[in-house]
């Protein structure tokens, strides 16, 4: 584990100072930040990756830039992110305040139960709007950071589950910032990561420990060395732009020569900044080494930046105005077509199938909707066509549309349903070089045209002129125009963007003249505008004889909806009672049509071939016409979109043999000669007779059975409807517990990171602890804990040496304990009570049974909230103290009786029992005249006459017996070779055992002793 220290240097102003305090002039000051600023996303396992990251950041010097860790937090847990992440780093880190500015070398962490964006170079705290389970905080920040820095935003994806952060991954690549993510192997919970990895937008996949080094040398490619690119490019770096687009075109097939020169060029620097390179040529050169960097280069070029409903306000005017009237005057089941170019991942493309989707439903009305989405990257496509998405996508869809277009996946993410799904057409094209789509109502190219060159929009606007019909409308991005087109479009909304086709003129496009083929513009079915067109008689000829020759004829789809009529189909068909809704030609057949219908396309649909049935009677105005019925499948054109099978049914009125032979028979008749031919005319008659009985009773019979079949039908129809009720509160109910499922997610993640804290916390503590009892037992100071109940809570070992305590003794009153303290028992329960009743602090010296003295100091234990929960009974070892003072008494002793001999007018000696001056008092010197440094190098013997010497010494031995030698008279030898005769006296010192260590001697000289006689006095020597 790494530890930075705070050097001693100038510091930005510390959290507890209001930063948004900061006057107006400051606030436009950090308005425009000079550093680039890292988002830091994580959740469950993210503490152990920020410590992991913040570890690797240099210890030396500044890393120039700032730091915003969001995390999912518990709203109801205060977190203690800051005080972990500040071990780590030798910059200040703070808990964000309400509209603090962001400075660089600085760390920055959300709080909890809050949504954070960036504004203006600071930091805005919001309340969340979304349910718990829903938020998605990262995803909020990086779309703000991508919104307010631009290139100079930066974010990071570490360990956590879900996807938050994904879409805001996108929002800052396209803003030409960059992404780093933690190698999905090295997290506690890869899903974050692994969604963001998926998006292929992420430039960087390390660990945490090696992304500060790699994000400070990008820092000082981007940022330190280079500006930002001029308008016009220099002669060789269009040059080598040119090589460049040149290999991209080999590799991926498309040409970026069209793009707008400072657009790609940034986006070429910032991934010659992501590997270190400087010059453009290097870069060049690596670019042919790595077929994986043209791809990823490819992959930066197409960045697109998109969601559902982007730019609400648009989508609303879209869908209020537009959209109904692309509906309006159109008879059920025509066709609208919607091309989406650029589409990228698919969110605005469905979001635009929604809205049509939306207003068929308001309208009660089923009609054939075919959006093309388009986009020339196929990872973009494929993502498009699984029509998949992370759960992040929740924030742009209301719960509504989110309830009903879309499905939770069990795995995380929404996928779109199916019949959203089947109104879509992904494929992959170059607006550019490819030949357009036609016959359209709608076009949405939406922040395709800012990335193109002038050249490039100008061949643009005039294709999508042409592939629009008569009144399409053209739906352009906010940044986006029509430039000087105005001849071919008319401004719908100018906020919205909106552009209403203008009608087509001869000459409009001549750029575009030789490659598109002219066409005449299908008018929209009843519109009362469409321009009259001069038929040739080539025309005219053709469709009278359509309308004289032509049977009756109607295109139905597989399931027998009508789609066109053609002729007088009266005869045969009619409105069925009930609701107007979509016409179906089998409840529309007439009698004695339906059964033989119902077959026939039932065999046309699975033999794919054309069935033909003869003979058929169908009752008309009351009788039956003989029909021929004709049924013959469509081929579909290769180069048509896919569609579900179309079917032609003509019906033609036969001719009846029967009536033509009557007819033939009537001349003969009439000549009424042959009796023969009578009677076989009516033979003839009564045969027919009979077939037609047996018939019309087959009919009958069919026609009861028919009845019944469509009973069982709407009673399997009811049926189907309750299953699908049924299915519907069970979807209901699936998408409730999603929702709950994400919820408790949401949950577990907060609860994750809360454990991780209190894990760090736990150790902390436990540290701390550890540290607490070495400490106590390190100091040997005795020190038992009790509650306010006078309960033992605790005790160090030295503490069981004074007072009888083992383990099993915690949690048992004072008062039942047994201590070895003289005369203290019952008192230290008192002095205890006392303490708590008073909170006044109580010093007592109390001596064990073995001798030893403590000095006890009772205390009121308080916590950190200022809580009186007991008290602390500490005892301090004063035994050598108590000595001290002991020796200190006697050296006062001794320094009184010091005092006495030094102003004595004796000569006061000692010396040890061989004769060695120990001690020599100034009446000494004034008497002999050695000094006393001389005397105390000096032997008794020296100072007693030879004639004397063996008295003396006979005298000294008799002092171990006795302590005192009586005065006697002697002589002893001065300084100056004089003898002086002197009353001595001895004491002999003895120590503890008995034994003498040293002899005092007190001597006086004689002269002294006579005048002291003379004046009455004693003639003894002091002593």
């Not at 790595?290 to 982007?310: K, M, N, W």
């Not at 607490?772 to 020190?783: D, Q, S």
Request: proline letters at 5%; one cysteine or more.
């Amino acid at each position: 584990m790494k530890s930075a220290r705070n050097p001693a240097k100038s510091r930005p102003q510390s959290a507890s100072v209001p930063l948004r305090a900061a006057a107006a002039d400051d606030r436009d000051a950090v308005a425009t930040v000079s550093f680039p600023i890292v988002g830091i996303g994580a959740s469950a396992g993210g503490l152990a990756a920020f410590e992991a990251f913040f570890s690797g950041m240099p210890t030396d010097v500044d890393p120039g830039m700032a730091f915003v860790l969001v995390q999912h937090l518990a709203p109801d847990h205060k977190s203690i992110l800051a005080d972990l992440i500040r071990r780590y780093t030798r910059m200040q880190v703070f808990e964000v305040a309400d509209g603090m500015p962001v400075q660089a070398n600085c760390a920055y962490i959300i709080p909890p139960n809050r949504q954070m964006a960036l504004l203006n170079g600071r930091l805005e705290l919001l309340e969340p709007s979304e349910p718990r389970g829903q938020r998605l905080p990262i995803d909020f920040f990086f779309r703000s950071l991508a919104a307010d820095q631009h290139e100079k935003a930066i974010a990071i994806v570490l360990s956590g589950t879900g996807s938050d952060g994904t879409l805001g991954v996108r929002a800052i690549k396209g803003e030409g910032g960059m992404v780093m993510s933690q190698i999905p192997e090295s997290t506690e919970f890869d899903g974050m990561p692994r969604s963001a990895i998926a998006t292929g937008l992420v430039d960087c996949q390390l660990r945490p420990a090696e992304m500060p080094a790699q994000l400070i040398a990008y820092a000082a490619h981007a940022f330190g060395k280079r500006g930002r690119p001029a308008a016009v490019l220099q002669p060789q770096v269009e040059g080598a732009l040119s090589k460049i687009f040149v290999l991209l075109r080999t590799h991926t097939g498309h040409d970026f020569s069209h793009y707008k020169p400072s657009s790609t060029h940034r986006r070429i620097l910032r991934r010659m900044s992501v590997h270190q390179i400087d010059e453009l040529d290097d870069y060049l050169r690596f670019l042919q080494q790595s077929v994986p960097e043209v791809e990823a280069l490819f992959g930066d070029l197409l960045i697109g930046v998109t969601g559902f409903f982007r730019d609400p306000e648009a989508f609303q005017t879209l869908e209020q105005q537009l959209v109904p009237a692309l509906f309006a005057n159109r008879p059920a089941g025509s066709v609208v077509r919607v091309w989406s170019v650029g589409c990228s991942s698919g969110e605005e493309a469905y979001s635009i199938a929604i809205l049509l989707e939306e207003c068929m439903e308001a309208l009660k009305q089923r009609y054939t909707v075919q959006v093309f989405a388009t986009d020339i990257d196929n990872r973009a496509i494929t993502i498009a066509r699984a029509g998949l998405y992370p759960a992040s996508v929740a924030a742009d869809i209301s719960p509504p549309r989110l309830a009903r277009f879309f499905t939770a996946e069990s795995g995380g993410g929404y996928r779109i349903h199916k019949r959203i799904r089947d109104m879509l057409v992904f494929s992959e094209q170059d607006v550019v070089r490819d030949p357009p789509f036609s016959r359209l109502d709608l076009i949405s190219c939406r922040n395709l045209l800012i990335y193109l060159g002038a050249e490039a929009q100008k061949r643009l606007i005039p294709l999508f002129h042409y592939a629009l019909n008569p009144h399409g409308v053209l739906f352009l991005g906010g940044s986006e125009s029509i430039g000087d087109s105005f001849s071919l479009f008319a401004v719908v909304d100018r906020k919205a963007k909106l552009f209403q086709r203008k009608e087509d003129v001869a000459g409009r496009y001549p750029a575009l003249n030789r490659e598109l083929p002219r066409r005449t513009a299908l008018p929209r079915g009843g519109a009362a505008s469409a321009m009259p067109v001069k038929l040739p008689v080539r025309e005219l000829t053709e469709q009278e004889l359509l309308r004289q020759l032509a049977p009756a004829a109607a295109l139905v789809d597989e399931h027998g909806d009508i789609l066109y009529l053609h002729g007088r189909t009266g005869a045969y068909l009619e409105p069925a009672p009930g609701e107007a809704g979509v016409n179906n030609i089998l409840t529309m057949a007439r009698e004695g049509l339906r059964l033989e219908l119902s077959a026939a396309l039932h065999k046309a649909a699975g033999s794919k071939s054309t069935v033909r049935v003869s003979g058929l009677r169908v009752r008309t105005n009351g009788h039956f016409v003989p029909v021929t019925l004709a049924i013959h499948p469509l081929k579909a054109n290769a180069a048509a979109p896919p569609t579900s099978p179309l079917y032609l049914v003509i019906l033609e009125e036969a001719h009846d043999p029967d009536r033509l032979a009557t007819q033939a028979a009537a001349p003969l008749a009439d000549g009424g000669s042959d009796v023969d031919s009578v009677v076989s005319a009516s033979g003839a008659d009564a045969r027919l007779a009979a077939v037609i009985e047996e018939l019309r009773a087959r009919d009958e019979y069919l026609q009861s059975t028919h009845e019944e079949l469509e009973t069982a039908n709407e009673e399997l129809k009811s049926s189907n409807e309750e299953m699908q009720s049924v299915n519907e509160e069970l979807q209901s109910t699936n998408e409730e517990l999603e929702t709950s499922k994400e919820e408790l997610q949401s949950v577990n993640e907060e609860l994750a990171t809360v454990n991780s804290e209190l894990q760090t916390k736990v150790v902390d503590l436990s540290r701390a602890n550890n540290d607490m009892n070495n400490l106590l037992a390190g100091t040997g100071i005795a020190t038992v804990f009790v509650d306010h109940r006078l309960r033992i809570l605790r005790f160090t070992p030295a503490a069981s040496q004074i007072i009888h305590l083992i383990l099993s003794d915690v949690g048992r009153p004072v008062g039942h304990l047994v201590t070895n303290l003289i005369g203290y028992d019952e008192q230290l329960v008192s002095d205890l009570q006392a303490v708590l009743d008073t909170l006044e602090p109580k010093e007592a010296q109390v001596q064990s049974k073995s001798g030893a003295w403590y000095m006890m100091r009772i205390r009121p234990y308080r916590t950190l909230d200022n809580v009186i929960e007991g008290a602390t009974i500490s005892f301090v070892d004063i035994t050598e103290l108590k000595r001290t003072e002991e020796a200190l008494a006697s050296a006062n002793k001794l320094l009184r009786l010091t005092v006495v001999v030094r102003d004595a007018f004796d000569a006061i000696t000692l010396q040890d029992p061989d004769g060695h001056i120990l001690a020599w008092n100034p009446a000494a010197v004034r008497m002999y005249g050695w000094s006393e440094a001389e005397a105390l190098q000096m032997n008794v013997r020296e100072r007693i006459p030879a004639s004397l010497r063996d008295d003396a010494l006979s005298r000294i031995d008799r002092l171990d017996g006795a302590e005192i030698l009586e005065p006697h008279r002697t002589q002893r030898i001065c300084k100056d070779g004089t003898v002086l005769d002197v009353w001595v006296s001895a004491t002999a010192l003895v120590n503890g055992a008995g034994e003498m260590y040293a002899i005092a001697t007190t001597e006086r000289a004689q002269q002294a002793t006579a005048a002291r006689q003379a004046a009455g006095g004693s003639i003894e020597p002091a002593g």
